[in-house]
């Protein structure tokens, strides 16, 4: 049985771990979390905020995930779009989803992100 999500891995380059950080900690406001000893040298970076984890892996002959993304649930949807459009990332808003307001963006490495909220009213 399934019992939830521990989290989501997406792929970063090798050497970026200074991006992810100003990025996911920066912009996103997400707080890294310490990478276990046996698996820091792997390079890469983890972080966490709410409910959500995300850990970012280094790969050779790495390729941004343009299509298979995490679903980031936020409040207040529009500051945080105009948050990440002030940073310079994309803000593709989406309104396909039924009882949310949701858009897409992506990292600096060019990894598609989708931010969601519940609609109200």
Same mark, same amino acid.
Request: charged letters at 20%; aromatic letters at 8%.
């Given at each position: 049985?399934?019992?939830?999500?521990? *989290?989501?891995?997406?792929?970063?380059?090798?050497?970026?771990?200074?991006?992810?950080?100003?990025?996911?900690?920066?912009?996103?406001?997400?707080?890294?979390?310490?990478?276990?000893?046996?698996?820091?040298? =792997?390079?890469?970076?983890?972080? $966490?905020?709410?409910?959500?984890?995300? *850990?970012?892996?280094?790969? $050779?002959?790495? =390729?941004?995930? =343009?299509?298979?993304?995490?679903?980031?649930?936020?409040?207040?949807?529009?500051?945080?779009?105009?948050?990440?459009?002030?940073?310079?990332?994309?803000?593709?808003?989406?309104?396909?989803?039924?009882?949310?307001? =949701?858009? *897409?963006?992506?990292?600096?490495?060019?990894?598609?992100?989708?931010?969601?909220?519940?609609?109200?009213?």
């Amino acid at each position: 049985m399934i019992t939830g999500l521990d *989290h989501v891995q997406l792929a970063m380059p090798p050497g970026a771990e200074e991006t992810a950080r100003a990025f996911y900690g920066g912009v996103l406001g997400m707080a890294e979390r310490p990478k276990p000893p046996g698996l820091a040298d =792997r390079g890469g970076c983890w972080f $966490a905020a709410g409910g959500c984890v995300l *850990h970012l892996g280094v790969e $050779a002959g790495f =390729r941004p995930a =343009r299509k298979a993304h995490p679903g980031i649930l936020v409040t207040g949807i529009d500051a945080f779009a105009a948050r990440l459009e002030a940073a310079g990332a994309p803000v593709t808003w989406d309104d396909h989803l039924p009882g949310h307001r =949701r858009f *897409h963006s992506a990292d600096p490495f060019g990894n598609r992100l989708e931010f969601l909220a519940p609609a109200t009213g």
